[in-house]
């Protein structure tokens, strides 16, 4: 009696370690059994081949090398210039950039470049600050519209469309109307304009993995909504957002520095970015440098945060 050539159910834990097959040219069709070969696990890239990748794009390179410099100018102002942010000599007012004053000097004699170093510490801590209220607030409700929808979903997002449709710095300078002048108020009200693009982008985050089946096995397993929203929907929706977060620093780093343009942010002399090109406007003719040199920084500093950004997009849609 030959041997079949399905094994039954019973057989199933056995032919997981090895294969049952018909050897070729046998007569008979007689059943051999070889071991599997094991599948090569894909290998993780190494940290030297991730940052030989990096290396191929000296775009980004050259953003972060921006940003780290900014920051770095805000951390410790004082390593990178000798002069003082608020004292000058008026015996040196309006010199043109040169090796001693690479930004030249203002009309009371100050270093352009110290001030703008100094003031890199105001301007990026309002637009983180602005950041993290936007991020926070808005990643919120879209987490609570986009899993709990419904009554919940119309009424955040209804109120979203309304805050889009007010332009930013207009919804800005209404809430700094409210809340008064000065930075950490330019700071808030720059966050609280630009909540709605963080909420959209998460409700929309969380409705793709909603239905995955690990979310749907997390409630038949009886966990709860609030431990299912920030334990698992949270971490699988999060990169986007990050990736607008990027970006949302550089064009908060331009709201703020245009809000201190217009005269509501720190009071002089404190130094800061806005501040600095609405001071120069007034000597544009004799001393260009005043308004042209620190606004090609602001310039660079919005166009790394779009180049971050864009990376950190183009990482999250690879995994």
Known sequence: MTQPLLTPPSDLAALSR???????????????????????????????????SLLRLPSLILAIAVLATVIA???????????????????????????????????????????????????????????????????LLGLLAGY??????????????????????LLSLTIITGLGFGTLNIAIAVGLASTAAFARIMRSQVLSVATAGYI???????????SIIFRQVLPAAITPVL???????GAAVLAISALSFLG?????????????????????????????????VIVAVVLSTARISRWLQERGDRS
């Open 148 to 169: 709990l929808r419904g009554f919940v979903d119309e009424a955040i997002m209804r109120f979203m469309d309304v805050i889009l449709a007010i332009p930013a710095l």
């Open 264 to 296: 509501f942010g720190a009071p002089p002399p404190q130094p800061e970015w806005g501040a600095l090109i609405s001071e120069g406007r007034d000597y544009l003719q004799a001393a260009w440098w005043l308004t042209t040199l620190p606004g090609l």
């Open 216 to 226: 749907e096995a997390a409630k038949l397993s009886g966990a709860r909504w609030p």
């Open 73 to 139: 100018w805000a951390v410790a102002p004082s390593i990178f210039t000798p002069y003082d942010a608020i004292n000058g000599a008026l015996l040196d007012r309006l010199q043109p950039p040169s090796p001693a004053h690479p930004f030249g000097t203002d009309n009371l004699g100050r270093d352009t470049l110290a001030r703008f170093i100094h003031g890199s510490q105001t301007t990026l801590l309002a637009s983180g600050l602005a950041v993290v209220i936007a991020l926070g607030t808005g990643a």
């Open 18 to 52: 090895t294969e049952r097959y018909v050897a070729p040219g046998s007569a008979g069709g007689v059943a051999a059994e070889r071991t599997p070969q094991p599948v090569p696990a894909a290998a993780k890239p190494s940290s030297f081949a991730r940052f030989r």
């Open 243 to 249: 990736a607008l977060a990027a970006i949302e620093f």
